[in-house]
């Protein structure tokens, strides 16, 4: 690690909070309320995936396009628009986001105390603003940053962009999140230095692969392991 004060950015969702897991849930409900006769559950979940990448690139990230999707998803193999009561019992699967509460990552709040001690701490998350911002403001973590983004999404320009307006110098700033596509690669493309901290349900969509051998990616086993190398 290169000596002295680090800016370190952090990803927000399974970073910092659960956030795939709910989504997961959902998907889980949904595929058992579909009971398709002839369609198995990964067969739909193949589905679901095309229709979300496809909706991500037209509509960007966060639970209304995700609702959309699985909007989408019922009206491809129904062949039809849903009925009022498909409706009535498809608006609870919003329910799942319309909570005021984020469940932080074990450790999370202890080791950003920490760290904000001895280095500077920003935030950088993707997705919808509202969305994004009331997550954030749950979580009782913003006072931990100097500086919070929410961005619509996370590519190397993005970064390039948030370095510069913000004045860092890129050898000694880390991207730090459990996103390979988005936190590690695309970080690195633009020039920073990044840790992975793997989460368990990591949305499928962010996976990728990473090169062992560039001295420049950290990976963690769990959060509290940043206090080993910062």
């Not at 319309?98 to 904000?116: K, Q, R, T």
Request: glycine share 4%.
């Amino acid at each position: 690690m290169t000596p002295g004060r680090q800016s370190l950015i952090f990803d927000a969702d399974d970073t910092l909070w659960e956030n795939n897991v709910v989504f997961e849930r959902v998907v889980d409900d949904f595929v058992e309320w579909l009971a398709h006769p002839t369609l198995d559950p990964v067969a739909i979940r193949t589905l679901l995936a095309e229709i979300e990448e496809a909706n991500i690139v037209a509509h960007g990230y966060g639970s209304r396009v995700f609702l959309r999707s699985l909007a989408d998803c019922f009206q491809r193999i129904a062949e039809r628009p849903m009925d009022a009561a498909e409706q009535r019992r498809f608006d609870r699967f919003a329910d799942a986001f319309s909570h005021n509460e984020v469940e932080l990552i074990a450790g999370v709040a202890d080791v950003l105390d920490e760290l904000a001690a001895r280095h500077d701490l920003y935030l950088m998350t993707k997705g919808k603003p509202d969305e994004q911002q009331r997550k954030i403001d749950v979580s009782g973590l913003a006072h931990h940053f100097r500086g919070i983004d929410i961005v619509p999404v996370k590519d190397p320009a993005t970064y390039r962009r948030i370095v510069a307006d913000r004045g860092l110098d890129p050898d000694r700033t880390w991207m730090i999140g459990n996103s390979p596509k988005s936190d590690v690669v695309a970080a690195r493309a633009a020039g920073l230095r990044a840790v992975f901290v793997p989460h368990p349900n990591t949305w499928a969509h962010e996976h990728a692969d990473l090169d062992a051998s560039d001295p420049m990616i950290v990976r963690v086993d769990s959060f509290p392991d940043l206090l080993r190398h910062f």
